[in-house]
């Protein structure tokens, strides 16, 4: 099991004693671990009698609508006022999956400035020390499952609702791709056996969450693969890139291209694949890495796309038109050496 020293657990059970109000925070873009583990803790807090407010820097994808809490949740871009106030007023500030203030975007002035105590809750390397308390675990499956951790260690599995169950049991399964990569501890198990306890019914969020799409969003990942796709054997690799009219083209709504990066990784002999897509709320490239074995996306990301992650899934960023950002994988594919 994972297991974090007994002063931080301590530490964190004195700010949840001595604190009332909470605020949570997760990074941009959430995905089902980011919003699931921040959703699952402030269930838990209520539980416990506290006042928990979600905020979220921007829309989550339409896939996890159905997340108990999702609704409840403040979004940054659209509350601006609501989403700083609450931070400089929080007791307490939980930073969950993000390791730098700077992934939660045009909150980071308000996470740093934040009053109250803050605790992060992360699972990627690299934490900035900007927190009281820092539960930092790379090894984790994702954020979630360190939250269900947690939990159980401040002796408070009992006051896990289902409805905290289903949260953390998503967020499980999006960061692990439905436990078929960074899932082989088999603690992961273990957690889960305890989630199911709880009554969750783990095939209906499976189906929830990957069989809940548009029928835009299955044509468009059908002429992505025949139309979008560059392969380039000799490194090993591939690239899927999309324009915003061509995602218009299939009324694309956040969320569509999610898991689009992975599928050149089916291709036998693939190692790295490249997702570049035109930002639908900025001037800027998206840029999505996913690899398997050793190649290092995160580095990758790091000096070529202003971003960075983990060994197999990273991200970033990158300014210019859509066919500079293609011309730049293509250099940076012919110079980094994995
Ligand atoms: P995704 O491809 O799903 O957007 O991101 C995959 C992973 O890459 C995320 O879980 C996160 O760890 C990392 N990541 C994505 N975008 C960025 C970025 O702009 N900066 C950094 N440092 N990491 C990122
Ligand atoms: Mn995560």
């Excluded at 980011?34 to 506290?50: D, I, Y």
């Excluded at 509350?79 to 993000?98: F, G």
């Excluded at 009281?132 to 006051?159: C, H, M, N, R, Y």
């Excluded at 835009?216 to 693969?225: A, K, Q």
Aim: proline letters at 4%; aromatic letters at 10%; a negative charge.
């Amino acid at each position: 099991m994972l297991s974090f020293p007994h002063d931080d657990i301590e530490a964190f059970r004195r700010l949840i004693a001595e604190g009332s109000f909470f605020a949570l925070t997760c990074h941009t873009n959430p995905d089902g671990d980011a919003l699931g583990s921040t959703l699952a803790m402030a269930h838990w807090l209520r539980e416990m009698g506290k006042e928990a407010v979600v905020i979220v820097p921007d829309m989550y994808p339409d896939f996890l609508q159905w997340l108990p809490g999702a609704q409840e949740a403040v979004r940054a871009d659209k509350y601006p006022e609501k989403a700083s106030l609450t931070l400089s007023m929080a007791d307490v500030l939980l930073c969950m999956d993000y390791n730098t203030p700077s992934r939660t975007e045009q909150l980071e002035s308000f996470v740093r400035d934040a009053k109250g105590k803050k605790v992060l809750i992360d699972h990627h390397l690299d934490p900035e020390p900007f927190c009281d308390v820092t539960f930092s675990a790379p090894q984790a499956s994702s954020t979630a499952e360190i939250v269900f951790i947690l939990i159980d260690a401040l002796g408070g599995a009992d006051k896990l609702t289902k409805a905290a169950a289903e949260c953390i049991y998503c967020g499980m399964m999006t960061d692990t791709g439905a436990f078929t990569y960074n899932s082989t501890r088999p603690e992961v198990y273990a957690v889960i056996s305890r989630l199911l306890a709880y009554g969750i019914d783990k095939d209906r969020i499976y189906r929830r969450v990957y069989h809940n799409y548009s029928e835009g969003r299955l044509r468009l990942i059908g002429y992505s693969l025949f139309k979008k796709m560059r392969v380039y054997p000799e490194h090993k690799a591939a690239l899927i890139f999309l324009s915003k009219a061509e995602m218009a083209q299939f009324q694309y709504i956040k969320g569509d291209t999610e898991g689009l990066v992975n599928m050149p990784l089916q291709m036998k002999g693939i190692v790295l694949s490249c997702f570049l897509r035109e930002d639908t709320e900025k001037s800027s490239i998206r840029v999505s890495l996913r690899s398997v074995g050793s190649y290092p996306c995160n580095r990758f990301a790091e000096q070529y796309w202003e971003g960075g992650g983990h060994l197999n899934a990273a991200g970033g960023s990158f300014n210019g038109t859509l066919d500079e950002a293609v011309a730049h994988f293509e250099t940076a594919l012919q110079a980094f050496c994995p």
